[in-house]
């Protein structure tokens, strides 16, 4: 691969990762300037993704994108991707929802348009000019250009309860759950089933399954493997009794679908499902992200917790000062790093002290 020369050794610490395995270290991916590259003008905002799909400006954005990856350095395990977006609520806009980037801002809005779910019918819309068409196309054009150079990423799938309340509105879904939940268990039911068809468009068109895929969560699966984030972000607003009833049958049927997978945990709102979390066989990996301004290197006994359960983590917001104190705490074969360095340098310094100290 043009921007990652050491792809093949990179596939193999991700094979060990996936079979609980350590070879010399943790894996981690670290990204860093290049060294004696200038600085990109690429924008990487998911506003400017969005723009480029809609308009179809398709090779210009790729040549861009090629030219910032160009003043990158890729240490460890870290791999060359572009992430093809319509932001967080793709998923919603894919069945009908509406996204807005307006100028200035940094992703896409949508708005709710379903009034009463009894009225709601769920169908992706793949009509010429649509979101899944347009991006059908971007993720087809791309594949092309990408061809042994760099990876496309899987899309930010927020999906089962995340995309009906993008497409109702929070505060609306929760009153119909309490007031009409028949109807959201019938209308959930029929997003669930639209998961897989939604999931193969880029894995196809894209060309994921034959090179290997990763997302924003910076994995990698080989070629053949079905890999993607889960996640529900919607169940803080949840009892437990309730992430039971219409959260974790989803999530673990996404889980279960996919060959390889990561459950991205946000926020301490929604920590009272953790247990029903880690209650899922088919769940590979979990990212624990407390919330800004605080760390999960302050969580290290739910960390443990997490492995102790068989899941192995993924730890993306430390410092490389955090992870040089604290990555021996965790189990090596069960943790996975990800961090941005000042320079290529840094980078491959905290490589060699992870190798030299593990």
Not at 309 to 318: F, P, Q, T, Y
Request: aromatic content about 12%.
């Amino acid at each position: 691969m043009l921007y990652k020369p050491d792809f093949e050794r990179a596939k193999k610490y991700w094979q060990a990762f996936w079979e609980q395995e350590v070879i010399d270290r943790p894996p981690i991916s670290v990204i860093a300037p290049k060294r004696g590259a200038k600085p990109s003008t690429f924008s990487t905002k998911i506003s400017d993704c969005f723009r480029a799909c809609m308009s179809g400006d398709f090779d210009s954005y790729l040549a861009g994108f090629e030219e910032y990856l160009s003043t990158l350095y890729f240490g460890g395990e870290a791999m060359p991707a572009l992430e093809l977006t319509l932001g967080p609520d793709q998923y919603a806009a894919f069945l009908g929802g509406n996204l807005s980037a307006p100028e200035g801002s940094e992703t896409t809005w949508s708005s709710p348009i379903v009034d009463d779910f009894s009225k709601f019918e769920v169908k992706i819309d793949k009509s010429p000019g649509s979101y899944f068409d347009m991006l059908k196309k971007f993720f087809e054009r791309a594949a092309e250009h990408s061809k042994d150079k760099y990876l496309l990423c899987m899309l930010d799938l927020h999906s089962n309860l995340d995309a009906l309340s993008a497409l109702r509105g929070p505060e609306n879904l929760c009153l119909d759950i309490m007031d009409c939940p028949e109807e959201v268990h019938r209308v959930l039911n029929e997003v669930r089933a639209t998961y897989e068809e939604i999931f193969m468009m880029p894995y196809i068109s894209g060309d994921l399954i034959n090179r290997g895929s990763t997302a924003w969560a910076p994995f990698f699966a080989d070629k053949g493997e079905k890999y993607n984030v889960v996640q529900c972000d919607f169940s803080c607003l949840l009892s437990p009794s309730q992430a039971r009833e219409y959260a974790i049958p989803a999530i673990a049927e996404e889980a279960a679908f996919l060959d390889k997978n990561v459950y991205h945990y946000d926020g301490v709102g929604a920590l009272g499902h953790m247990d029903d979390i880690l209650a899922i066989e088919e769940i590979d990996v979990i990212q624990w992200l407390p919330g800004t301004p605080d760390s999960s290197v302050n969580w290290m006994d739910l960390l443990k917790k997490i492995q102790k359960a068989g899941k192995s983590l993924w730890v993306s917001d430390w410092t490389i000062a955090d992870i040089k104190a604290h990555f021996k705490e965790l189990e090596p074969n069960k943790v996975f790093f990800s961090v941005w360095a000042s320079s290529q340098d840094e980078a491959e310094e905290l490589i060699e002290y992870m190798q030299k100290n593990m």
